[in-house]
């Protein structure tokens, strides 16, 4: 209970991957790590392992219906929003994006003139939430009302941490974090649904459908009775999509390379080498190899996805165990991403383990930050354009230096977040080097 991300990891780890039974009181769900197993799961037989059960209570409630239910639901939605993260799409958004953060990253010369720390965390959420907003919202929400956004979405993800660890709680029950779960809800509702209504008055704005109008014109030709709640679901699993991965992944970043300096100082290197004096931009990101292998590790390390629970629902086996319809199976990428058999020095921070990918032979379903078959995390790609464009943007002005260096451990919410804070100074990146 007091750090089970890594516990589970050790479960699954100690085993060799084999099936492990997990006693939780009265719930036992199967602990799922072998690659093999994992593709079973998630793609050769996804369709029996489907997203339900007690695991998933605590999500849907705010999440509601959209991409992340079964079914019908889940088949609409997914038409609808995969044109919205495919590549071409990305790409087009990738100069607003650049854009975006280069501004916010610049509004932190403030804490680089006064040398107080801050918490890495809700920094990292403040650029990523700005950008996102700006570019997938088209520029309808106010930057004060997305700034409440984000910090209520956090709670969300924090506050449902006992109820993951002990799904077969009732609602009836209190258990810590309800409280602050139902009044966070409350609060993301009172900013979307008015975002929803102004777009639906004011249509698309200068000929550019953005997010909102693009969704509100599926869902009210789907149903327009019910349309403007499944825009509402839509974009509150669109925001967790686009933000809470890309955060907690370069949250988990700083306290790496404080840890590893000489990482750090090729980092920088790449970064002066490929943008030099001038903005960073998206055709920067293709070029920063080593800052791309950086990121590789950091999600095979601390992949914020920590769990990907599923429901049998039917009759199946996996690596000989026999599991029964309505067992709930728990693939654990946090157990998988360290397993030995399929990783050299497996907790050892490596980048240069992804410097040839094409003579590497790595099972497909050893790596796997974004989950993987048709229920794949739909925001990766958008991942992969922000997560660089910050790092860049960051490390062409400032060294970030972690001020409380400490053993880590990850919270077990909706992400795997570093239940301790990181502090963060910045060090404009000229006094740095004259030093």
Known sequence: MKDPVTELAKMGTEAAGQVVRVGLGPFRPYLISHPDHVQQVLTA???????????????????????????????SAKKILQPLFAPKYTSAMAEGMADAIAERVVELDGHARTGQPFDGAEEMTAIINQAVVKVLFGGRISRATSELLAPEFATCATSI?????LPFVPYSVKVPGDRAYLRAMKNIDEIVY??????????????K?????????????????EGVRQVRDDLVSVYATATETTAMTLTWLWAVLHDHPEISARLHQEIDRVVGDGPVRPEHVGQLTYLNMVLQEVLRLFPAGWLIPRMAVADTEIGGVRIKAGSQVMISPYATHRLPEFWERPLEFDPERWA????????????????????????????????PLVIANLLTR????????????ALPGASARPKQPIMLRLVPIKLSRTK
């Open 209 to 225: 459908p953005d997010l909102i109008s693009s969704l509100l014109a599926a869902r009210l030709a789907e149903d327009p009775a």
């Open 45 to 75: 037989q996804w369709g029996n392992f489907r997203r339900e059960g007690m695991f998933w209570r605590p999500v849907r409630r705010v999440t509601g219906k959209g991409i992340l239910r079964e079914g019908d639901e889940w088949v």
């Open 161 to 165: 941490a006992f109820r993951l660890l």
């Open 356 to 387: 040839d990918q094409s003579t590497t032979r790595r099972h497909r379903y050893a790596f796997f930050p974004f989950g993987a078959g048709p229920h794949a995390c739909l925001g990766q790609n958008l991942f992969r354009l922000e997560a």
């Open 398 to 409: 400032y060294r970030l230096v972690l001020t409380n260096p400490q053993r880590l451990t």
């Open 194 to 207: 008015p975002l929803i209504e102004q777009t639906r008055r004011e249509g698309v704005r200068d000929g």
